[in-house]
């Protein structure tokens, strides 16, 4: 039985990636990926066949590496961050009942919640939401929803995709929903190129946040009514009495 | 200045771990840690001091990595999963104001979210909420409005530490809030030993769900509206349209 494998390249494609992502990019003969990201791996094993498609044709995409395991090659389909977070391996899974020869296996990577949490400091120690603000595939309505009832019941909350040219006001509106439980000095974060060349931060208050503009490369953290500010950098305390 | 670095082994500690990890576990030489994950990496890096602490000594242990490091030792912090997500990173930075001269580093790792999801499919595509069932750090009242809020917003939502020989019954109860707006029939998976010898999973709805045992070693994922077994796997759409 053929194998495609989903891999999660991590934040930045390089360090922050498994030793088990490593060893099976290793021995795979086919790397199947967005253009972005398959730029990223390239230098490290060229001798590979690369397929790649652009933004938006993620069908094609996990259709080629079906394609070419269903063919008898060792295949990779590479995501950045984690493939199993707003990455390609539930399509896999969707479009492989198509290939029943085909096995998936998906390896983890480092999701943008965990590493841009460890850029900030430690935002997620307690209990934490995962939104992704684009309304491409999911209603805005449902959107709405799952910012309210994540901040009603203090979460702290991580958002994926907080805006784009087409979106501009997405984060603003989404702090605007969150402010009608949360206080405007609730201690939040922004991560910019995670892993990458060019990364930034900063720790702002939820009021700063709701004026700041952001785009696709940046993730967001709003803490909950513990986090603070810790020689600058966004701590959530889980609770332990040390004093 | 000298440095302490918290670094997140994975679920397994050691294919699962990160090059980052690797590498800086390789510069340390102090390790420190709960005794069940140190013996997990001591073989791999024999020629180390190791300090541990039992569970719940966990100011102590900190202190100790910090200690260490104040005394100009190069010195990491290891915890399983993410040291981000109910880890030793948050406490670390509180301990740390106390250290004025120790810089803190957060090395992330795959946590059990990420982690089981691969195991299971690819369960958490859609916004997801994760909560700890365990109350010896936050009041259980806290922990019970969570679940409902993630439940009533349709968040596929990941349980950490759903039961333990002191709290058999706590699954059970946290099933009964989200079968409050939940369908019985939703696609539900527990995951054991992720990364580790004896892993095993298992994926049912969440009427059985409620009625099954677990422990501290398991993790336990309950789909949204979407979530769907593919093939013994639990897929989550993202909403791609393919057909």
Chains 1, 2 share one sequence.
Request: hydrophobic residues 40%.
């Amino acid at each position: 039985m053929s194998k495609v494998y989903v891999i999660g390249l991590g934040p930045g494609a390089d360090r922050q990636m498994t030793l088990e992502a490593a060893k099976v990019l290793e021995k795979c003969q086919v790397i199947v990926g967005y253009t972005v990201y398959v730029d990223l791996i390239k230098s490290q094993y060229p001798e590979k066949l690369y397929l790649t498609t652009n933004m938006t044709q993620e069908v094609k995409r996990c259709r080629m590496a079906l394609d070419e395991a269903a063919a008898g090659k060792a295949v990779a389909m590479v995501c950045s961050g984690d493939a199993g977070v707003y990455g390609m391996a539930g399509l896999m899974y969707e479009l492989g009942e198509e290939y029943p020869g085909v096995m998936i296996e998906v390896v983890p990577g480092i999701t943008s919640a965990t590493g841009g949490a460890a850029v900030l400091g430690a935002p997620l120690m307690h209990d934490f939401a995962v939104i992704s603000l684009s309304d491409l595939l999911t209603p805005w309505a449902q959107i709405e929803k799952r910012l309210k009832a994540a901040a009603m019941a203090d979460f702290v909350i991580c958002l994926y995709n907080p805006s784009s040219k087409k979106r501009r006001d997405y984060l603003k509106k989404a702090c605007e929903y969150v402010l009608e439980y949360k206080s405007p000095d609730t201690v939040c974060g922004i991560v910019r190129n995670i892993g990458r060349d060019g990364e930034t931060h900063r720790v702002l208050t939820l009021e700063e946040l709701k004026d700041t503009e952001t785009d696709m490369f940046t993730t967001v953290f709003i803490g909950n009514e513990e986090t603070r500010q810790i020689g600058g950098k966004m701590v959530t305390p889980r609770g332990y009495q040390y004093v």
